[in-house]
Structures are given as structure tokens and as C-alpha cells.
């Protein structure tokens, strides 16, 4: 069994969030095994912030009408990942509006 210090247990493994900035538990396996993008993240992008690059996909996949199986897609959604984590953020579809907005 794992002993905890506050809410972490001491297997999590911590990364200074490139997205929130801050120390935060990281992904516990590399996403994208194979791709030099999936070990960056990996390496300095903690999972609240996963989750939060998650709900983005999702967006632009349903804004764009993304089919993700098609390697375009794929492409596509990788420089999205790249911009939201390590750049500006990742871009809204023109015309797009929040929900409830």
C-alpha cells in the first residue's frame, strides 16, 4: 500500500505543469508512445491538464467535424496538442461560440 502526504500519494509522479504552472502529478504512462510529442507531454504536463486538453479535442473535433481515424485528422489534432500545451493555446473553429454564450 502507498502512503500519502495530503492528497498525493508518494507513486504519483510530479511534474512542473507547462499548461497551469504549477507542481502537479503527472500522466502515469506516455500518450502517443513513439511520437517525440507524447514524451514531451509526458514530461511536463501534468493529468488536470491532460483532462483539460481532452474536453479542447473534443471540441474541435465536433467544430470541425473531424473524423479522427483519417490520418489529416490525426496530423491536425496533433499540432492543436502542440500549440494548447506548448504554445499560444490551441485555436477555435471561425465563428465558434462557447456554450451558453
Known amino acids: 500500500m502507498a502512503s500519502t502526504t495530503g492528497s498525493v500519494t508518494q507513486t504519483e509522479r510530479i511534474v512542473h ?6 507542481d502537479l502529478p503527472g500522466l502515469s504512462e506516455v500518450p502517443f508512445d513513439g511520437h517525440p510529442l ?27 467535424r473531424l473524423n479522427p ?25 471561425p465563428g465558434y461560440v462557447a456554450p451558453g454564450h
Not at 73 to 87: D, S, T, V
Open 69 to 93: 481515424s483519417t490520418s489529416e485528422a490525426q496530423e491536425f489534432l496533433l499540432k492543436q496538442m502542440e500549440e494548447y500545451f506548448f504554445g499560444e493555446g490551441a485555436a477555435h473553429p
Open 38 to 64: 507524447g514524451q514531451r507531454i509526458f514530461d511536463h504536463v501534468s493529468k488536470q491538464a491532460w483532462l483539460m486538453w481532452v474536453e479542447q479535442m473534443k471540441m474541435i473535433i465536433n467544430e470541425y
Open 17 to 22: 505543469c507547462v499548461k497551469l504552472n504549477q
